[in-house]
């Protein structure tokens, strides 16, 4: 159909999105910083509120971007990646006072995002669209962006995949096993920032935290190793992301909303039929490390 080619651009980003942006959503339930996931997006969108602010406002660095999605791309790497690297060495030295932390991080991030949008009409309506998931509205740049960066990011974290998962589940262990721990956590962390960063400038941070977390919960109710985690989240992402989109299509509903609402749906239909696929997994933990 040719309103359906319309909206190829917003489907491929869709489908790259959902098959490999798990891949860095599974370190971080590995690593059990998964309000960092939700932290990290916000801290994003409030960078991109900064950038929009400044426009406003006649900064001349601002102002040199005339794209809008520009802005957005310099805002959020802006604070999210620096956002990160602050936060991530607290949350492994005080496991126990990050998660309170990290909640502050994030109404912190909320507050000044709408403050700071609250005399710029334009950065309020391209924010708002990007809340709820912005692809349909996405061009031939930024897609080659994103699919770049989502590329690379998988490639890395899947070619050192052994050394990051001993480094985050047991930093004791691979210390002592020679890994240089604070190199390769610092190394995690500019990669996901990057990754999460880029996707929420093109995406919008319900889309990124979606699926950063729902494939990876609806694959660990069955995988029974790592490796099968790995590939049981990327291929429920690539589900949710083709039925989240034809879901919207269909009923005309936003894009990045559907996606995410069918990514809880298939995350409790898992949840409903776990018992009967797999009885003796019923009683297993729920995070893909067990």
Not at 9 to 30: D, E
Not at 75 to 97: E, N, Y
Request: some cysteine; charged content about 10%; aromatic content about 10%.
């Amino acid at each position: 159909m040719p309103e359906t080619f319309l909206f190829g651009k917003a489907l491929w980003a869709a489908v790259m999105i959902g098959v490999l942006l798990p891949v860095v959503g599974r370190h971080l339930i590995l690593g059990r910083a998964v309000l960092l996931g939700l932290a990290l997006p916000q801290i994003a969108m409030a960078g991109i509120a900064f950038v929009f602010l400044g426009a406003s406002r006649h900064w001349p660095w601002a102002e040199s971007l005339t794209e809008e999605s520009a802005k957005a791309l310099v805002g959020s790497l802006m604070f999210g990646l620096p956002g990160l690297l602050l936060i991530a060495t607290p949350w492994k030295r005080a496991a126990h006072i990050s998660e309170a932390w990290l909640a502050v991080v994030y109404l912190t991030s909320v507050s000044a995002t709408h403050l700071m949008l609250a005399t710029d009409a334009v950065g309020e309506t391209y924010l708002g669209d990007l809340f709820h998931g912005r692809l349909l509205f996405i061009g031939d740049s930024e897609l080659k962006l994103l699919g770049i960066t989502l590329t690379a990011g998988f490639l890395f974290l899947l070619g050192f995949r052994r050394r990051l998962l001993l480094t985050l589940t047991d930093p004791d262990f691979a210390s002592v096993a020679g890994l240089a721990v604070g190199a390769w956590t610092v190394a995690a962390m500019v990669v996901n920032g990057t990754v999460i960063g880029i996707t929420v400038a093109t995406a919008g941070p319900l889309v990124a935290f979606g699926f950063l977390v729902l494939p990876v919960l609806t694959a660990a109710t069955f995988a029974r190793s790592l490796r099968a985690n790995l590939w049981l989240a990327m291929a429920a992402g690539g589900i949710i992301a083709l039925a989240g989109f034809w879901f919207s299509y269909h009923y005309d509903f936003p894009l990045g909303d559907s996606v995410v609402a069918t990514g809880c749906a298939v995350l409790l239909l898992a949840r409903v039929l776990r018992p009967v696929f797999s009885p003796a997994a019923a009683t297993r933990s729920e995070t893909p490390e067990t």
